[in-house]
């Protein structure tokens, strides 16, 4: 039995997506389960909407602490920074500057590292500028491509120095025609969602199996 | 905006519906309806398998911290009882008195953490499945899942606390067919909660 813990922002909850990534994932561990018989593994989404890794940070360890079960594995994934990434009423600089969220980061990844050596960070996306800078549902904050494009070589540089897994996506989505994928310029789409829900299933399928 | 946020055991968790369990049903629904109008508002699945009211009561806090805020009208609905009326070696897991005192304190924190709080109560079993359950030493019975009904349906009467019992439906159905395991709801008796809490739900999420 394994517990998927996903840390993240309203892109990895889903919010409007039908379904989003995590919950297509948590869809076939119960598909698998009555299919197969197979061990109940669970995916619990402790994403919410607006989080940057700041927020995150703090609350990382009292759900952990209050979820985690000594008889059953677990397996971390971070689904952070494009809120990092944002810039808030026209101040300068980005929402948490890139120093703050590698320190963040860092924190959150040894927080856990005490539960699980299993930790997987899942890349930024591009937005379609046109829509979210600024954003037609939150006209004080945008989100600009050469900004998420530095957080997502930070997650990069992260993940090999914790010896994290690290799930790329940004540079995949930019190659193609990636507006296809969004909904509202920022969230994915159901083809973004599947788009990402299929990396994150390559990189956990071998953690799951690997336990039978 | 509106959040709601939603705590419960694996019947929550959407074990063992393929459409994702209830939650997911009463979400899918209302992105699609609120999408359409233009309105924002969420709900988050917080069920967890196994808890019971001990459990929910460490993490319960923590957990809606991290969602509510100031600015929204948050609703928060816990389900409790189920995994409360197990027994283990016969015996049941959480005492009456406890269970009592935890669900208690449990509603006074839902208070202080949102604006509106909403307790649903447990599904029964079918008894030929879940006394013993699968291969463990735990079963359940009905006659201990309607006590905890009856326990729930007072606390809330007297903290002054909407209930949903979904037990009180399902005795007069044949709620067997509704069952995967026994135990957990298969997609039919998913869709059966999911009917009965959208039509409670419909005057607190009204725009």
Known sequence: MTDIFVFGDSISNGSWADPGWADRIKNDLVQNHISNSAYLDTLINISAGGKNSSHILKFIQPVLQAHTDEHVDSIVIFAVGINDAARIDGKEGNWVNKNESISNMKKMIEHAKQTTQHVLILDVTPVDESKTNPCSFAPDVSYKNSDILEYSKLLRTIAKETNCIFIPLFDEWKSREYTNYLDDGLHPNREGHRRIYEKVKAAISPLLNSKG | ?207
């Not at chain 2, 905006?1 to 968790?13: N, P, Q, T």
């Not at chain 2, 699945?45 to 459990?55: F, I, K, P, R, Y």
């Open chain 2, 1 to 207: 905006m509106k959040k709601l946020l939603i705590f419960g055991d694996s019947v929550e968790y959407g074990a063992w519906d393929v459409k994702g369990g209830w939650i997911t049903r009463l979400r899918y629904q209302h992105d699609l309806e609120t999408t359409s109008r233009g309105e924002k508002y969420i709900i988050y699945n917080l069920g967890h398998s196994n808890e019971d009211v001990l459990a929910l009561k460490k993490r319960m806090t923590p957990e809606a911290k991290v969602r509510v805020s100031n600015k929204d009208q948050n609703i928060i609905m816990l389900k409790v009882g189920l995994n409360d009326s197990r027994r283990v070696d016969g015996k049941l897991v959480t005492s009456d008195a406890k269970f009592k005192t935890t669900l208690k304190s449990l509603i006074t924190e839902a208070k202080k953490l949102s604006d509106i709080v909403i307790i649903i109560g447990p599904t029964l079993a079918d008894e030929s499945r879940t006394n013993p359950f699968l291969h463990y030493q735990i079963s359940w019975n009905n006659q201990d899942i309607l006590a905890h009904d009856k326990i729930i349906a007072s606390i809330c009467k007297e903290l002054n606390v909407q209930y949903i019992s979904i037990a009180e439906d399902w005795v007069n159905e044949n709620y067997e067919l509704y069952l995967e395991d026994g135990l957990h709801p298969n997609s039919e008796g998913h869709k059966h909660i999911f009917e009965r809490i959208n039509e409670e739900l419909k005057p607190v999420l009204k725009p």
